[in-house]
């Protein structure tokens, strides 16, 4: 389904990645504290002949340009984040710090201090945009902090409202789709990992449920809209990946347990973890499938309603992948250990499974073909041999034979014969 356009070196570790919603802009934060921002080659698909090739490296002439690149905090950076709009990017790392600044210059607009857990440092975990106005920064110490923004900018130095979805930190948040109420166009309610657990936390009124315990670290998750229980199938579910390599689908309003689960690894005594999802576009995939990012350094497409592992890709063959996501051209990111990957749909395989499996058994076929021609021509060899070798009188009955069994004697079969054995006039 994807074939690796580029591989992108880092000067150090990949602690975080996010794409710019409506421009060919990547944010990483690394271990050693930067904040690097890229462009990304434009892919150009206004071409009217459909079977060009658009790949933007294709030509050799794309490029990645580094926009900026600063020392963003003293320690790691942690996590980064985008504004809806993409007009701002967010920071917070290890120096307790949260900055906001230009995801096109790199200038720091405004920051705050990250509130402190019983007068110890709290280190962030995770930051997401909500909408225009809200911020959720969560960090290791399991609190979950809602943040004023105003025109982008941190208005306040404390958080509006902190929650505990979780005993352990927050290892993911997915929002869920607004009300058909909702005025704004915003989500006001999301799902949140941590532990053992999944959490549902609303706005304005805290965390409204919490999963029974799933004996299982839950890593990551994403809403996936359209499917659902077969009286509902509008309904939607949550993908959630575990750290046993199990990904288990949950029915949205149904929280108290998973409905459905898809081995992802079966290895014996637990698969590698899955660290990180983002659902396929549908235009590129052809139906409801994901992309989860594995402990050992694989990426694998599911199916949700085959509810099976469609095919996998390999980012790095030791480091785990920590970023996943789609940019606003469709082309898939992947994040882990130095190096940053770009993907892009391949037009040379096809969208399902099945096909890349017909293409394989295609591909294997034809090696066996092509085995038994060459064994074809070598018993013919060694057939020419041994009749040389009898006597003429026993190689012209055997001629005889033959062509009365065949029935037809002159015909010509051309240069490959009748079952693409080469044949040669005169040497019968």
């Known amino acids: 389904m994807f074939e690796n356009l580029c591989t992108l070196p880092l000067s150090a570790e990949l602690f975080a990645q996010a794409l710019h919603p409506t421009e060919p802009l990547l944010g990483v934060g690394l271990s050693t504290g930067h ?49 809806k709009d993409g007009s701002d990017l967010y920071s917070a790392g290890t120096d ?47 609190a979950l902090h809602l943040l004023d923004l105003r025109d982008g900018a941190l208005a306040a130095a404390k ?29 006001k309610q999301w799902i949140s990992t941590g532990g053992t657990t999944l959490a549902v936390t609303d706005l304005r009124r805290g965390v409204l449920v919490r999963s029974d315990d799933q004996e299982d670290e839950l890593l990551c998750a994403t809403f996936v809209s359209g499917m659902g229980p077969k009286k509902n199938r509008d309904n939607g579910v949550v993908a959630v990946g575990t750290g046993t390599g199990v990904l288990t689908l949950w029915d949205k309003g149904s929280w108290d347990d998973q409905q459905d689960r898809v081995v992802v690894d079966p290895r014996k005594g637990g698969g590698e973890s899955l660290d990180c999802i983002v659902q396929i576009p549908e235009d590129v995939a052809g139906g409801k499938k994901v992309v989860v990012g594995v402990g050992d350094g694989s990426l694998q497409i599911i199916d949700l309603a085959k ?32 190096t940053v990957k770009v993907w892009e749909e391949s037009p040379l395989l096809g969208r399902g499974g099945s096909e890349d499996e017909d293409s394989e058994a295609e591909d294997s076929d034809g090696e066996l073909d ?59």
């Open 35 to 83: 904040v690097q921002c890229f462009r990304l080659p434009t892919t150009d698909r206004s071409s009217d002949d459909d079977d060009a090739d658009v790949s933007v490296l294709s030509d050799g002439k794309g490029t990645i340009d580094t926009v900026w690149r600063t020392r963003r905090h003293k320690g790691s950076c942690r996590t980064l984040a985008f504004s």
């Open 96 to 142: 307790s710090l949260l900055k906001h600044f230009s995801p096109t210059t790199g200038q720091v607009a405004s920051k705050i201090a990250i509130p402190s857990a019983k007068a110890v440092p709290d280190s962030p975990a995770l930051l997401h945009v909500l909408s225009p106005q809200t911020l959720l920064l969560a960090c290791d110490s399991g």
């Open 159 to 187: 958080p509006q409202q902190t929650h505990f979805p979780h005993d352990d930190f927050v290892s993911s948040i997915a929002p869920l789709p607004p009300s058909a109420e909702s005025t704004s166009g915003f989500s």
């Open 307 to 338: 509810r099976e592992v469609e095919s996998g890709l390999r980012h790095d063959d030791i480091e785990a992948v920590v970023g996943l996501g789609f940019d606003c051209q469709g082309r898939m990111i992947s994040g882990g250990g130095q």
């Open 370 to 428: 092509g085995a038994n021609r060459m064994n074809g021509v070598e018993n013919k060899r060694r057939a020419s041999r041994d009749s040389d070798s009898s006597s003429d009188s026993d190689g012209e009955g055997a001629k005889q034979k033959k062509k009365r069994r065949k029935g037809k004697v002159n015909e010509t079969l051309g240069p490959h014969g009748a079952h693409g054995v080469l044949r040669f006039n005169g040497l019968d």
